[in-house]
């Protein structure tokens, strides 16, 4: 498709179809770790999802770009995706999926702060600059804050923030490395290929990998797999493809936002004035960090 200058219908549709996933996803994600313990729920997924992102690749053409050539930046990337969703599983199993959502998508905060000292072109302007230290605000209000109804966890909000490092840390990897070569499909099979074996053998770790498992459970594993980690992440390519980058971008602040609304209508968590504060100021400092020059 050709190359646009703005965002049409088309492209707002499913900009606002892909945040409103992800929001569903933290929900899912909470149910499904009554099930499944959180560990063994996000390694299982990462193994599900390397045989779907494959047969994308098979189906692309694109499976001469996962090389050998870049094994170690590939174990690397896969590492730190394996410490970004354990890290986000585990937040949604101990603290409200409001908390955990505003505090995970402030991940544009670090990677703004690596890309400013690590990539070439990506330092930070003025007002990028002030985004960042809104969303940064707003991250540490979120964590400082607490809840009524014991809807909040600190545990469970540092490890929303490791989950938002994690992120920082791959997305790094991916422009720093000789990954940025291979592409974003390829990317994606190196981070579920090699997060699966290690969240799994780290998974007896914390506790038994089935709590009280139903069948919707399994379904929500499998629906992870091909539709949030294959079908959102190639979706998400294909607006960057065709729409601007900033644009496309800036709408995650939408996510969090939708994840308070659903939080609140499914766990009936409560939203309290510092919450609803600290949710601004992350929505409007992504915002801000994605303008470019």
């Known amino acids: 498709m050709m190359r646009k200058d703005r965002l049409d219908g088309t492209g707002l549709a499913a900009l606002l179809g892909i945040t409103l996933l992800l929001a569903a996803n933290q929900i899912i994600i909470k ?6 313990q959180p560990v063994f729920f996000a390694g299982a997924r990462s193994v599900l999802a390397t045989g779907f992102v494959w047969l994308w690749l098979r189906h692309r053409g694109l499976t001469g770009r996962v ?11 896969g590492a730190i995706f394996a410490v970004e969703f354990m890290a986000l599983f585990l937040a949604l199993d101990l603290t409200a999926v409001s908390r955990a959502s505003i505090i995970f998508y402030s991940m544009p905060v670090w990677m703004g ?16 600059a002030v985004g ?17 109804g014991g809807h909040g966890n600190i545990w469970g909000d540092l490890c929303a923030l490791v989950g938002a490092w994690g992120w920082a840390g791959t997305a ?3 422009r ?12 994606l099979f190196w981070m579920v290929a090699v997060s699966g074996p290690i969240m799994l053998l780290l998974a007896p770790a914390f506790g ?25 992440f190639i979706s998400w390519l294909w607006l960057l493809s065709v729409y601007p980058t900033a644009t496309v971008a800036s709408f995650s602040f939408l996510t969090p936002l939708f994840a308070m609304a659903l939080g609140v209508l499914i766990y009936g968590e409560t939203l309290t004035l510092p919450l609803l504060g600290a949710a ?13 020059r």
Request: proline letters at 7%; charged letters at 15%.
């Open 31 to 36: 149910d499904a770790n009554r099930g499944l």
């Open 208 to 232: 038994p990998l089935l709590r009280d498992i139903q069948p919707h459970h399994w379904v929500w594993l499998v629906l992870q797999a091909l539709v949030v980690v294959t079908g959102g």
């Open 113 to 128: 702060l690596l890309a400013h000292f690590g990539l070439p072109g990506e330092r930070l302007t003025p007002v990028r």
């Open 176 to 187: 720093k490395t000789r990954l940025r070569e291979a592409g974003p499909e390829a990317q």
């Open 67 to 77: 090389r050998r050539a870049d094994l170690v930046p590939g174990l690397w990337i």
């Open 132 to 148: 960042l230290a809104m969303a940064f605000a707003g991250t540490a209000w979120a964590i400082l804050s607490r809840s009524p």
């Open 280 to 292: 601004v100021l992350v929505a409007g400092g992504i915002v801000l960090i994605n303008r470019r």
């Open 172 to 174: 790094f990897l991916a």
